[in-house]
């Protein structure tokens, strides 16, 4: 039998701002139920690669989802097949609350009610503090409880794929924690996850795999357990 496509495969997808090649071509896959980790520091392209994925930025290559070649679906399409990102800076509607936040994340299920309430539940069983905050603004909320919420948003959508960049980033150690806690859990339940990180001792821990990018290319690909025996790696990214 025939071994099933990644879920997520790219074929020298690069990208430019203007004469600036950000993201120089990259191949990288994520299997089905994998989560995987990019590292990289601040500059590296990380943010262009999501972006160039749900092509928020036009890039060139090729992107193939369940082995099929989405790289000219525009980004609602892609969303409507379940790849989803959770943005830097989150994204979120400041002037919503907490519920009207996630049932915009569900625009996808077509106004299905039943549909749209299971994966309200779903939200709320993961970040039961969302639920105790369902009627606040979501400008009111901790960096972290909105980085929950960007994050329940997104999973409003019914991701297939789930992307997010840089997730922890300004939060508290516990707090990004917990987060990062979270998305082992999604990952344990079979969902296909692409974290990038600047710095992931914790996302380290759920991934298999990690590709370093540096420069718009991806310097290294290993598994995540080997990156402590690779000194000048594990000195800048398990720290
Ligand atoms: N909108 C943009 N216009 C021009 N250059 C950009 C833009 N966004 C990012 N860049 C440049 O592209 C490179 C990669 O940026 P980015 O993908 O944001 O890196 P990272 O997410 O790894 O920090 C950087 O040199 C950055 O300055
Ligand atoms: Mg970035």
């Keep these: 039998m025939a071994s099933a496509p990644p879920l997520l495969e ?23 139920g994998e989560l995987v980790t990019i590292l990289g520091p601040n500059g590296a392209g990380k943010s262009t690669l999501l972006r160039a994925v749900t092509r928020l ?18 980004t609602h399409r892609l969303s409507e097949l379940g790849i989803i990102m959770v943005q830097e800076g989150r994204g979120l509607f400041s002037q919503m609350t907490v519920r009207e936040n996630l049932i915009l994340g569900g625009y996808n299920a077509g106004g299905d009610r039943v549909l749209l309430e299971a994966r309200l539940q779903q939200v709320f069983d993961l970040f039961p503090r969302l639920k105790e905050r369902v009627d606040q603004l979501s400008s009111s909320m ?5 980085q929950m919420l960007a994050i329940g948003r997104a999973l409003m959508a019914g991701p297939k794929l789930l992307m997010l960049d840089e997730p922890s980033l300004g939060l508290a150690p516990r707090v990004a924690a917990e987060i990062i806690a979270t998305l082992g859990e999604l990952n344990c339940s079979g969902l296909g996850i692409l974290l990038v990180e600047q710095k992931a001792p914790l996302a380290l821990r759920l991934a298999k795999r990690v590709y370093v990018l540096s420069l718009g290319r991806v310097a290294v690909e290993l598994p995540a357990n080997e990156i402590g025996s690779h000194h000048d790696l594990a000195r800048y990214y398990l720290h």
């Design 10 to 32: 790219l074929r020298d997808l690069s990208a430019s701002y203007g004469h600036v090649q950000a993201l120089k071509p990259t191949s990288l896959t994520v299997a089905e």
């Design 57 to 74: 930025t036009p890039g060139t290559g090729q992107i193939l989802f369940q082995g099929r070649d989405v790289s000219r679906l525009a």
């Design 142 to 146: 901790s960096g972290g409880e909105q």
